[in-house]
């Protein structure tokens, strides 16, 4: 099942999930640590951009101001853009966004918001017929997924050996010279074992909060991880003081879930930044451009911080595929399944899985919170 084809590069219209639902299955236990295990603290957003991104408190702070402003100028860009808008770049490096462009009568309007453009040919709506035709086609033994690289005008697809992605081409039907190929070292799993970041529990397995919602009937909630949980599975917050139910669960197609607070768990407007100052708050969820910094919360890790590399990838789990994940560099690990993504005070999403470590490093994914929110009538609680 896919969701509705992405609206851009930036998602500045919303998703949305299919209406028939598929159930995850129960997710399988993982032995992991109680405490999280964070590479040295880290009290702040800024602080955690200094720590994983090597910045100074300076470069830090410069950032995370220029990343707020690159949000509300693409918002500008592609109203001015209309249909030419085929997404946008922020570089971390230079602090400047690019708006991408199909049409070159849109540039004048586009630049005059503030933003830098470049044209590209297949742009976000051509990009997404790629992957549609890719999904179609299904998993290939030695892919590991694929994903729109909009910068790039291209679809990449991440296999263990050139050979397996050809078949895939093949199998699609795709033009190959629309598509990249990149070599995979690892294979990714889901991070299902368990204020967004804390731990909860589900029979054997633990995951980790994402973000507190209410519903439409003013019910408390949060939203985690589809694979963690099936409908009417219990959780339980990690104290044994908060339990609740999953109502909504997602997983193969998507990854995400709505667990339903049944008593003595109380929202709040915070994430988790497992430091000794203050915990980071959300103001909303208006989605960061790709390239942007990002942080993640788990109750296995804590709190780390990377960027945002694209939108829109496909992603071959051997429990099944999962389309519209984002992708990020982001290290995680068992565990940290279903906690927060956010940039600034923005949330982004929830995490679902991924390669490596927070060690040696490695490749996370998350499912965007939009698509939750809207698909199940969910209000982010966000003060």
Do not use: K
């Not at 990249?180 to 731990?199: K, M, N, Q």
């Not at 009937?217 to 589809?226: I, L, Y």
Request: hydrophobic content about 35%; aromatic content about 6%.
């Amino acid at each position: 099942m896919r969701p509705s084809p992405v609206v851009s590069a930036i998602g500045t219209g919303a998703l949305a999930f299919g209406l028939a639902f598929s159930v995850a299955p129960g997710a399988s236990a993982v032995t992991a640590p109680t405490e999280p295990s964070p590479q040295g603290e880290a009290t702040t957003m800024q602080e955690a951009l200094e720590r994983d991104l090597g910045l100074t408190p300076l470069e830090a702070e410069d950032l995370l101001d220029a990343q707020t402003e690159a949000t509300q100028i693409d918002t500008a860009a592609a109203e001015a853009a209309g249909d030419a808008y085929a997404g946008s770049v922020f570089d971390t490096d230079t602090l400047e966004l690019t708006v991408l462009l199909t049409d070159g009568a849109a540039v004048t309007a586009v630049e005059e918001t503030g933003a830098r453009t470049s044209l590209v040919s297949l742009g976000t709506e051509g990009l997404a017929a790629i992957m549609d035709e890719l999904d179609a086609a299904g998993g290939q033994p030695g892919v590991v997924g694929w994903y729109p690289d909009s910068a790039e005008d291209a679809v990449v697809i991440e296999a263990t050996d050139a050979s397996h992605a050809e078949r895939l081409v093949e199998a699609a039907g795709v033009d190959p010279s629309a598509v990249r190929v990149e070599s995979a070292g690892e294979t990714p799993e889901l991070y299902a074992d368990i204020v967004g970041g804390d731990a909860y529990h589900m029979g054997g397995g633990r995951c980790s909060v994402g973000f507190a919602v209410t519903d439409s009937s003013g019910s408390d909630g949060f939203v985690t991880a589809g694979h963690c949980g099936t409908v009417g599975t219990t959780a339980s917050s990690a104290d044994g003081g908060g339990s609740g139910v999953f109502e909504q669960s997602v997983f193969p197609g998507d990854d995400a879930a709505f667990v339903r607070a049944t008593s003595n768990w109380t929202v709040t407007n915070l994430v988790n930044t497992y430091g000794t100052g203050s915990d980071q708050t959300v103001g909303g969820s208006s989605q960061a451009p790709v390239g942007s910094a990002v942080c993640r919360s788990g109750s296995t890790t804590g709190w780390h911080c990377g960027s945002i590399e694209a939108r829109g990838q496909s992603v071959s789990y051997p429990e099944g595929t999962v389309t519209d994940m984002t992708r990020t560099n982001v290290c995680a690990e068992p565990g940290d399944s279903g906690g927060a993504f956010i940039s600034g005070d923005q949330a982004q999403g929830m995490t679902s899985g991924g390669s490596g470590n927070c060690s040696s490093g490695g490749t996370t994914f998350y499912q965007e919170v939009g698509p939750a929110l809207s698909s199940w009538n969910l209000s982010l609680v966000t003060g």
